[in-house]
């Protein structure tokens, strides 16, 4: 059974730093791409990065409003895909979810986490 | 990037009626596209993908089906644990894979 767990989640003050991290258990880490997407409380879905695989060179991409402060990394030793923070604004207050796509696909389709709640908050 | 205009924002229903909900790409988005239901305090869960393939798992009053850029998402006879939010999301081509804005199906 695809697990994944959020954790890392919390209390920071703005301009400050977290990292998220995503530990999947049920199938093998390092054959799937992973996903982040938040949603800020009372709001809809936002894309937030996704990471390939190594087999695919590992690489990133990220959500406009987030470029250049977070930074998605993998170590698939550990099964585990980090969400790291940097720069943080109220607006980044939000559930953030961990995703997998489900078999047969690189991409889209995907398995959620229970999410972890970030405030960004003086 | 692609934009999901997804409608209506709201429904209230009633146990046993059909229900339709809409998203509309801002281009042809090829049948990528998945729904997800989401209820409250919990994580989104995969109902439909590549626009009308069914979920293992998922009963059969959900379904989907649209193209190039309109698609829908029926349910033939609601039940009382389908009240919940829903979502689409396109994962057409390369990221942003930009979700609707959803839908909040109530009990009339």
């Known amino acids: 059974e695809v697990q994944l767990v959020e954790s890392g989640g919390g209390l920071v003050q703005p301009g400050r730093s977290l990292r998220l991290s995503c530990t999947a258990s049920?199938?093998?880490?390092?054959?799937?791409?992973m996903s982040w997407v938040r949603q800020a409380p009372g709001k809809g879905l936002e894309w937030v990065g996704f990471?390939?695989?190594?087999?695919?060179?590992?690489?990133?991409e990220y959500a406009a409003s987030v470029k250049g402060r977070f930074t998605i990394s993998r170590d698939d030793s550990k099964s585990i895909a980090y969400l790291q923070m940097n720069s943080l604004k109220t607006e980044d207050t939000a559930v953030y979810y961990c995703?997998?796509?489900?078999?047969?696909?690189?991409?889209?389709?995907?398995?959620w986490g229970q999410g972890t709640l970030v405030t960004v908050s003086s | 990037d692609i934009q999901m205009t997804q409608s209506p924002s709201s429904l209230s229903a009633s146990v046993g009626d059909r229900v339709t909900i809409t998203c509309r790409a801002s281009?042809?988005?090829?049948?990528?596209l998945a729904w997800y239901q989401q209820k409250p305090g919990k994580a989104p869960k995969l109902l439909l993908y590549?626009?009308?393939r069914l979920e293992s798992g998922v009963p059969s009053r959900f379904s989907g089906s649209g193209s190039g850029t309109d698609y829908t998402l029926t349910i033939s006879s609601l039940q009382p644990e389908d009240f919940a939010t829903y979502y689409c999301q396109q994962y057409y081509s390369t990221p942003p894979w930009t979700f609707g804005q959803g839908t909040k199906l109530e009990i009339k």
């Open positions: 590549a626009a009308s």
């Open positions: 995703m997998r796509p489900k078999g047969g696909y690189y991409w889209g389709p995907s398995y």
């Open positions: 049920g199938f093998t880490f390092g054959d799937y791409a």
């Open positions: 990471i390939r695989s190594k087999a695919y060179g590992g690489t990133t």
């Open positions: 281009q042809g988005i090829s049948n990528s």
